[in-house]
Nanobody, 125 residues
Framework: QVQLVESGGGLVQAGGSLRLSCAAS????????MGWFRQAPGKEREFVAA??????YHADSVKGRFTVSRDNAKDTLYLQMNSLKPEDTAAYYC????????????????????WGQGTQVTVSS
């Protein structure tokens, strides 16, 4: 079992920045691929970014603005979000999966086993 708890969400003006954190506990954090997803009201959950051993991947919609990172010593995943836009408004979730290689499943919410409860990000125009 892996428990995930997100924090760092809030209200920010367009063009601003936020850093989300995801604290993990349970199994060995470093052995999992970690992902960030988001879900806006009335929309499907969508992939934002992922990180594993030796690679990171970002959705085109956030590339150049968001950066995923992790600190295995602290069992924590991060998402640095810069140049925020109103369309980034959503609940943000971190997730974990045991497979460490990159594949099409990396972008698929159903491929992740463990999920946090989410943190809300609201970007005002």
């Amino acid at each position: 079992q892996v428990q995930l708890v997100e924090s760092g969400g809030g209200l920010v003006q367009a063009g601003g920045s936020l850093r989300l954190s995801c604290a993990a506990s349970g199994r060995t954090f470093s052995s999992y691929s970690m992902g960030w997803f988001r879900q806006a009201p009335g929309k499907e959950r969508e992939f934002v970014a992922a990180i594993s051993i030796g690679w990171t991947y970002h959705a085109d919609s956030v590339k150049g603005r968001f950066t995923v990172s992790r600190d295995n010593a602290k069992d924590t995943l991060y998402l640095q979000m810069n140049s925020l836009k109103p369309e980034d408004t959503a609940a943000y979730y971190c997730a974990a999966r045991a497979q460490t290689h990159y594949s099409a499943d990396t972008l698929r919410p159903g491929a992740y086993t463990y999920w946090g409860q989410g943190t809300q990000v609201t970007v005002s125009s």
